[in-house]
């Protein structure tokens, strides 16, 4: 590693992700990780397991991260960023805890994790701080120092990624006099919703930034919806509403005749994507008789690799902070940003 002065301050990036089975043999042992300390019986993984076993036990997110890794190592010579780039995942291999080991051997001292959730909330980033200082802790005192990058959900690279592939299935629509656009992202508990940001139901308020943009840069000017997809927990918590799949039963009641669902919650195609969107949604839009076309999520492009290189040149190269939307950034690593959920009390409690 060539030290210089536009890379003085950290050693290395670190790819953090949530990781994803790559064999069969991999799903269950993947969810028991994903869903340690909750008391998940196996028989609900085993529901769960199928949607996996549906793709042959394997998600796309390890590949997605090995291409991201390689484009951004060529992309970093041409921008003059002399770093090298780690890999560690949440809930699979290559995990968090490797990667620090590794990176503490190798003798850095100071990375930035490139985290590949866009948006604010427990789940969606300060889960990922969490998993950081844990893995960190396991390794001890000589673990490197870990700075997690902004939330980027309005970054042009982003929004850009986004905007062509809902352009693409546009240019597949003649007629749009009935046509839908609807925006979808992880639904995530009212509580925790309460407590994304600093002032509170932050993340809803990101995901409807990001969609506006998306539509605006997709030069889609008729209606867009945003909702929600992929709850999970106790039918007597309150997540975020409406579900995609109530939402086009609506839309169809509504005379709308096709839907164009574009997932802008989620940066590659997750299983998520794969079995809610492409099976679940979509056999539901088939029995009310819509015309459904999902909109892909970014392909490792120019658009995206240059997002990462820009995050990563914003801290190293002190680079201006490129963004396209209104909301205020904050440091998502300030203590007490974005609690775990929390029963609220009853008189507090809203209903999103």
């Known amino acids: 590693m060539t030290a210089n002065d536009t890379t003085s301050a950290y050693d290395a990036v670190l790819l953090v992700s949530f990781g994803g089975p790559e064999g069969p043999g991999d799903v269950l042992p993947f969810l028991r990780n994903v869903t340690r300390g909750r008391g998940i019986p196996d028989e609900r993984l085993a529901e769960v397991a199928e949607h996996y076993y549906h793709f042959g036990g394997i998600s796309p997110i390890n590949q997605w991260c090995r291409e991201v890794i390689e484009a951004l190592r060529q992309e970093f010579r041409k921008a003059g960023i002399d770093l090298p780039i780690y890999w560690g995942n949440r809930n699979w291999p ?37 998993d950081i200082n844990a893995a960190r802790a396991a390794v001890g005192e000589t673990a490197p120092q870990i700075d997690k990058i902004r939330h980027f959900f309005d970054h042009p690279g982003f929004v850009g990624g986004f ?30 919703e309460e407590c994304s940001g600093p002032e509170g139901a932050r993340y809803s308020d990101q995901v409807a930034e990001a969609a506006a943009l998306v539509a605006e840069h997709a030069g889609w000017t008729g209606p867009f919806d945003v909702v929600w997809q992929s709850r999970s927990g106790p039918p007597a918590m309150p997540w975020l509403e409406p579900d995609v799949n109530d939402h086009l039963k609506v839309l169809a009641s509504e005379g709308v005749d096709t839907v164009v669902v574009s ?42 690799v240059g997002m990462f290189r ?3 040149a914003e801290r190293v190269q002190g680079a201006p902070l490129r963004r396209l939307g209104k909301l205020p950034v904050w440091d998502p690593t300030v203590e007490g940003c974005c609690p775990a959920r929390r029963p609220p009390a009853p008189e507090k409690h809203r209903n999103r």
Request: glycine residues 6%.
């Open 94 to 130: 290559p995990m968090l805890v490797d990667a620090v080991t590794q990176m503490t051997g190798d003798g850095v001292k100071k990375a930035l994790a490139l985290c590949t959730s866009a948006y604010g909330s427990y789940s969606s980033c300060r889960q990922y701080v969490e």
């Open 263 to 304: 997932p802008v919650g989620f940066l590659s195609d997750h299983i998520e994507v794969l079995w809610d969107l492409d099976n679940e949604a979509k056999e539901t839009a088939a029995e009310l008789g819509l015309r459904y076309l999902r909109a892909g999520t970014p392909t490792v492009d120019a658009d995206l």
């Open 310 to 312: 820009d995050l990563v």
């Open 163 to 192: 905007a062509r592939q809902l352009r693409a299935s546009l240019d597949q629509i003649e007629d749009r006099s009935q046509t839908r656009v609807v925006f979808t992202a992880h639904s995530i508990p009212d509580v925790m």
